[in-house]
């Protein structure tokens, strides 16, 4: 069974830092890329940042230089640390596993959310 769990979302002020979480059961995690996506609200889930098995990186352009995505194979665990926030990063994240059963799993998704 496959299961994707994130954690770390919240309300923060413009400028502030949070650390998304996504822990991965079921799958060999080493083996797969993993990815970071959004859901602003009223609008679609959108790609924001996405790492290889090798560590090979990519960002959205609007997150670039802010965001850093990074994983931890021996945790099973990939994390999304997200600096200088925007109101408009306010979103449910979502961490997905594209290369697996082309991307069919999704965990619940960590509310985050940008406002003075």
């Known amino acids: 069974q496959v299961q994707l769990v994130e954690s770390g979302g919240g309300l923060v002020q413009p400028g502030g830092s949070l650390r998304l979480s996504c822990a991965a059961s079921?799958?060999?995690?080493?083996?797969?890329?993993m990815a970071w996506y959004r859901q602003p609200p009223g609008k679609q889930r959108e790609l924001v940042a996405d790492?290889?098995?090798?560590?090979?990186?990519n960002y959205v352009d609007s997150v670039k230089g802010r965001f850093t995505i990074s994983r931890d194979n021996a945790r099973n665990t990939v994390y999304l640390q997200m600096n200088s926030l925007k109101p408009e990063d306010t979103a449910v994240y979502y961490c997905n596993i594209p290369g697996f059963r082309r991307g069919m799993y999704w965990g619940q998704g960590t509310q985050v959310t940008v406002s003075s």
């Open positions: 079921g799958i060999i995690f080493s083996a797969y890329g």
């Open positions: 790492i290889t098995n090798t560590g090979i990186t």
